[in-house]
């Protein structure tokens, strides 16, 4: 009859350490590669959707000026035909005010970028 001392070296042989060595490299890459990987989509999905968020909320919030701008009365009495009318003069705010907001969110980025790279 074999000793317990027999079987565990007969299980311990060199091919079946071989196939353990195998098996925890396997698993020790896939910790260290596809767990980082959905991770990384995870981080990216939410900054996605943040984004999209952030963006749908600045045009909203420009439409909203514009609308009230347009309800000014000294920029659209149309009831004066001898006054000037500043019809135009709405659009072109909420113009410059968006393109300053995307000015601020590039320096922002730009900023953050560069200091990353320290």
């Known amino acids: ?27 020790y890459a896939k910790q260290e590669t ?3 990987l959905r991770n990384l989509g995870r981080y ?15 045009i909203f919030l420009l439409l909203a000026l514009l609308r009230g ?12 035909p001898e006054a000037t009318s500043f019809t135009w003069a709405p659009y ?3 113009m410059v005010v968006g393109v300053g907001v995307a000015y601020g969110f590039l320096r922002t980025l730009i900023k953050l970028s560069k200091k990353g790279q320290r």
């Open 69 to 80: 701008l347009q309800r000014l009365q000294f920029l659209n009495d149309v009831r004066r």
């Open 34 to 36: 596809v767990q980082p």
């Open 1 to 27: 009859m074999p000793s317990a001392a027999n079987r565990a070296l007969r299980r311990t042989g060199p091919a079946e350490q071989a196939y353990e060595l195998k098996d925890l490299v396997v698993d």
């Open 92 to 94: 072109l705010i909420v």
């Open 44 to 58: 990216f999905g939410y900054g996605l959707a943040g984004a999209a968020s952030l963006g749908a909320g600045v």
